[in-house]
């Protein structure tokens, strides 16, 4: 980044990363802990994870009003406005992924017990911590200003695509076998299309970053679980 | 990084050089000792008893004394030599120095020196910039302001998910003697963070109820069927030869894939164990790759399918544990050779290549021309007890964990583990690891 004359203006956009990089933190630790909730069934910890998005939209309350300030005050040029924008967009997509887990951890207070052990939930864990690391993946490269590394972020999206929808089935088979098992394991369909949403916007953030990096949008082929063979890239597992 | 050096703590070298005159000074009244004894002896009246015991203690004393400060004084002027100010010293290499991950922070809560440990535990952490940029728990968070505010220390349990799961004691101290907040310079060493690792008490607990549970699953079925024969044996087939046989061979088989399943989950349990640690012994990637090579080279025949080797004539070395690379290529090419057998040909390779995330990397690739994966299995290959066929997994003698532990494995080398198949065209498994840069 070009050096500032002006002092405070850096602090300010300084003080605008710190609260991306806390809103993720918080992201991270939340999902974890729906996860967490989700496996042991641990009503009171989804009840934690319920209550502490409303740090999130607090949060990005402040970025947006921070942010509004700041372009009205200083009226930054190109690298410094697409970054304040950037950040913006960030902030509000780390909020969505906050709704989202706040919604599992919503399922995770209704959801019967007894079911627990069906093996799916290997999947769905399987699932949350390839989400939990494309979220912690991609505010690394914001708080490191990494293009590369967001550009990773978003290759990889397809990953979890494929995982859902493997989920899916998986799912829809146990439905069959055991009727009684249908409402929980409609819960879980919800979960998997949750934490596959928060996969969704860790990938725009991952367009946010390279877009405040490069100032160019990512683009070209990007292995969508859906839709491309498997032979163009090398899945992670 | 480059070396924060802040000055240590004034240290006091006339108070160094005084004890070393100390030391001097007690010798020289041992010795004065031991001659006031042999004075007396002269006086006493048993002179030859008493002038034999204090010769016996003059000699004690100087051989007991001699080497113990000898060795006193020689840390002391060596301490001396290393503290005095002028000495080329850092105060980074004594925390270099530190087991445990430790960070310097300014008021600001800004890096001013990451140790050795805690850059190997955290290889983001940078100088100058927020700590919480790349620790970004919230419980450190708030840590840290709460020291950076009023209190002098705080602490705190911190869990960390990604690559692996480990959890850690966290201290947050402010320096003694740092003077008051605003009158520090930013940059200026203002707290410190030191970081005990806690996670393999963790992992004990979790690996306990975990480990139950999968055996348990697992290992019911084959000792139901291993039951339900030996209560045919002893009803219906009792005098049945031919059934005695084939009953006999399926509880053999039944019975060993339940000794290797518990060896599996045994194993699977140490790597689990141990995920927090990086393994750091120097390994030869091309000499790993010949030696299971050769190992399988026995299955490989039986199986009429062909191993074929492209490796650089190189050494390509890793920071890794030699057994546990063994058994990710081992699992690899057998998987290969087993399900791929069809296609003849198991092709193993080993190229540098850049990784966006980890850098400098060696990739491993396993490649068959079987039947392939279907698109929907590949990415659930690695759960534990995952099989795409489990008929076919059965027959194989296969124990759905193999995988598993690959990927374990890998991931504890800080490194990734890709799969690609078109069906009907074979499999490739690609086993990224960090390159190790020959210092
Ligand atoms: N090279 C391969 N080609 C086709 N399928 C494979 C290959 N490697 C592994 N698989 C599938 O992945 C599953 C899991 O493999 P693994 O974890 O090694 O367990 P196991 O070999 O004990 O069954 C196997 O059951 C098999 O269905
Ligand atoms: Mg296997």
């Known amino acids: 980044m070009t050096q500032h004359i002006v002092r405070t203006f850096d602090e300010e956009l300084g003080l605008l990363s710190s609260k991306i990089n806390q809103m993720g933190g918080i992201a991270e630790a939340m999902m974890v802990d729906a996860l967490d909730a989700l496996s042991k069934h641990d009503v009171s910890k989804a009840r934690g994870v319920i209550e502490r998005d409303a740090q999130l939209d607090a949060l990005q309350h402040d970025i947006e009003e921070l942010a509004v300030l700041v372009i009205a005050r200083r009226q930054p040029m190109a690298n410094d406005l697409r970054q304040i924008m950037g950040t913006i967009r960030i902030a509000s997509d780390l909020e969505r992924i906050g709704d989202l887990v706040k919604n599992i951890g919503k399922r995770v207070t209704v959801m019967e017990e007894r079911f627990l052990s069906m093996r799916s939930l290997s999947g769905i864990q399987h699932m949350a911590h390839l989400v939990l690391g494309q979220v912690k993946t991609v505010v690394d490269s914001f708080a490191q200003n990494n293009a590369e590394l967001a550009r990773h972020v978003w290759l990889h999206d397809g990953e979890v695509d494929t995982l859902n929808n493997s989920l899916f089935r998986e799912l829809l088979t146990y439905m069959m076998e055991d009727p009684r098992s249908i409402t929980f394991a409609t819960h879980l369909l919800f979960i998997a299309k949750n934490i596959e949403r928060a996969g969704d916007h860790a990938t725009n953030i991952a367009e946010t970053v390279y877009f405040i990096e490069t100032g160019q949008q990512l683009s070209g082929p990007r292995p969508k679980g859906d839709t491309a063979p498997y032979s163009l890239s090398a899945k992670d597992v | ?439």
């Open chain 2, 1 to 439: 990084m480059p070396e924060a050096g802040a000055p240590l703590p004034e240290a006091p070298p006339s108070a160094l050089r005084s004890r070393v005159v100390q030391g001097k000074v007690l010798r020289l009244m041992a010795l004065a000792t031991g001659l006031a004894v042999l004075a007396l002896a002269h006086l006493s009246s048993l002179p030859w008893l008493a002038h034999g015991l204090a010769l016996l203690l003059l000699a004690l004393i100087y051989v007991g004394w001699r080497p113990a400060l000898r060795r006193e004084e020689g840390r002391l002027s060596e301490a001396a030599r290393v503290l005095r100010p002028d000495a080329e010293f850092k105060l980074s290499t004594v925390l270099d120095a530190l087991g445990a991950p430790t960070i310097l922070t300014d008021r600001r809560g800004h890096i001013v020196h990451a140790n050795a440990a805690a850059l190997k535990a955290f290889p983001g952490l940078k100088q100058g910039h927020p700590v919480t940029f790349f620790i970004r728990a919230p419980a450190m968070l708030s840590g840290l302001e709460a020291v950076l505010g009023n209190d002098s220390e705080v602490r705190f349990e911190l869990l960390d998910h990604i690559p692996v799961e480990r959890s850690y004691d966290v201290l947050i101290r402010r320096l003694g003697g740092a003077p008051e907040v605003g009158h520090l310079a930013i940059g200026t060493a203002f707290a410190v963070i030191f970081m005990t690792e806690t996670s393999a008490a963790k992992r004990i607990e979790a690996m306990r109820v975990d480990f139950v549970a999968n055996a348990s699953h697992e290992l019911r079925t084959p000792l139901a069927s291993i039951l339900g024969f030996v209560e045919t044996l002893q009803g219906p087939a009792r005098d049945d030869a031919t059934a005695r046989r084939t009953f006999l061979g399926i509880m053999e088989t039944q019975a060993r894939r339940m000794a290797r399943l518990i060896d599996d989950l045994l194993s699977l349990s140490k790597i689990e164990m141990s995920a927090h640690i990086t393994p750091s012994a120097e390994i030869d990637l091309v000499a790993a790759l010949r030696s299971v090579v050769d190992t399988l080279g026995g299955l490989a025949q039986d199986r009429a399918v062909a191993l074929k080797l492209t490796l650089p004539e190189a050494r390509s070395l890793v920071a890794g544990d030699r057994d546990e690379l063994l058994r990710v290529f081992e699992n690899l090419i057998e998987n290969g050779i087993k399900y791929g057998q069809s296609g003849g040909v198991v092709e193993i390779g080993l190229t540098p290549v850049e990784d966006a995330v980890i850098g400098p990397a060696l990739a491993i690739t396993v490649r068959d021309f079987g039947p392939g994966i279907a698109a929907k299995h590949l990415p659930r290959l690695t759960e534990r007890f995952y099989r795409a066929d489990v008929s076919e997994s059965r027959v194989m003698g296969g124990t759905g964990l193999g995988l598993s532990i690959v990927k374990h494995i890998v991931t504890r080398h800080r490194g990734r583990l890709g799969i690609a198949s078109i069906p009907g065209d074979g499999a490739t498994f690609t086993v990224t690891l960090p390159a190790l840069t020959p210092k």
